[in-house]
């Protein structure tokens, strides 16, 4: 059975409705909540994320076959790191610098800073991750499954989609979630 466009979009927001909590609490330490941030971070979890990636698991499958061999996996989680989440990085932080209202110019400038960082951390991130997921995971489950890991991701690009401090490094990362001050 495939999981519905509407419960993944549901899931998918929620996960990035948390992520923001906890970028917002326990990482920027922000003494007053940005609900409308929030929002904005649920929106785009429920209308840009969760359909892009369920496209995106549908698309890989039928372009490198829905075998769950590691060999396809491979394939897949080549084809998903190298070419999709690059782009799909770019497109995230465009969309929500736009929905806030911010010039092309800034966009472009937090491009040419964070964009490099974030790339990789996604690859520190989801490359093991991604590997399991294609080789033991059926389709109708990826996205349900992406969402685990989609929690430490997200609390980590609601923070730097929304930054306006310093780049985070990905070394800082460890430090971030690892911190329990």
């Keep these: ?24 609490q326990l990482i920027e ?5 940005d ?13 840009v994320v969760a359909p892009t990636i369920r496209t995106w698991y549908l698309t890989l499958d039928k372009m490198l076959g829905s075998q769950m061999l590691l060999s396809t996996a491979v394939k897949k989680l080549a084809v998903d790191q190298l070419c999709f989440a690059p782009c799909f990085v770019a ?7 736009l929905l806030q209202g911010k010039s092309m110019d800034l966009i472009e ?8 960082n974030i790339v990789v951390t996604n690859w520190m ?13 059926p389709l109708q489950h990826r996205l349900m499954f992406s969402n685990v890991v989609a929690l430490v991701w997200n609390t980590y690009l609601a923070y730097k989609a929304n930054s306006e401090n310093d780049p985070i490094s990905s070394d800082d990362m460890e430090t971030i ?3 329990n001050d």
């Design 1 to 24: 059975a495939v999981v519905s466009t509407q419960s993944t979009g549901w899931s998918t927001a929620t996960i990035l409705f948390t992520g923001d909590v906890v970028a917002q």
């Design 29 to 33: 330490r922000r003494e007053k909540h």
């Design 35 to 47: 609900w409308v941030r929030t929002a904005r971070m649920s929106a785009m979890g429920g209308f």
């Design 91 to 97: 497109v995230f932080i465009t969309i929500n610098n």
């Design 109 to 116: 400038k937090q491009l040419r800073s964070d964009y490099g």
């Design 125 to 137: 991130i989801w490359v093991p991750f991604q590997i399991l997921n294609f080789r033991i995971i």
């Design 177 to 179: 979630l690892t911190d």
